[in-house]
């Protein structure tokens, strides 16, 4: 089990059947699966809030407003999004497909950094 604080609120996090069935990944849909874990893991490594929320209230059990609640009120998610990142890169039923698209996804992430820099020094 993984835990992370936000603001003042301890979360466990633990991945289970029931976290994967509210992130959309179902059973025998290995094409949708795979989307679905892209997405997620996108979001997480992105610093997309709304994915943060998802996958605390997925992987806690907690209700969707106080987990916002404690999103809104804290001053600092890294950990909230270091802690979800890892969760899914080590659990081992999300470790595999988590390993597939990780990488090109940081990459991409790499590519698009260098692509910003590069406009602004243009500017």
């Given at each position: 089990m993984t835990q992370v604080e936000l603001n003042g609120t301890t979360y466990d996090l633990?991945?289970?059947f029931k976290a994967?069935?509210?992130f959309g990944i179902v059973k025998n849909d290995f094409e949708n699966t795979t989307q679905k874990i892209g997405n997620i893991v996108m979001g997480i490594v992105g610093g997309d809030v709304f994915a943060l929320m998802e996958a605390l209230t997925a992987l806690s059990g907690k209700s969707e407003k106080e987990?916002?609640?404690d999103?809104?009120?804290s001053d600092d998610l890294q950990p909230a999004f270091d802690a979800v990142e890892n969760l899914l890169q080590s659990s081992?039923?999300?470790k595999k497909a988590v390993g597939m698209v990780l990488e090109p996804m940081k990459e991409a992430f790499k590519d698009i950094d260098k692509?910003?820099?590069a406009e602004v020094k243009k500017a």
């Open positions: 633990k991945m289970t994967l069935k509210a987990v916002q609640n999103i809104e009120a081992p039923m999300t692509k910003m820099v």
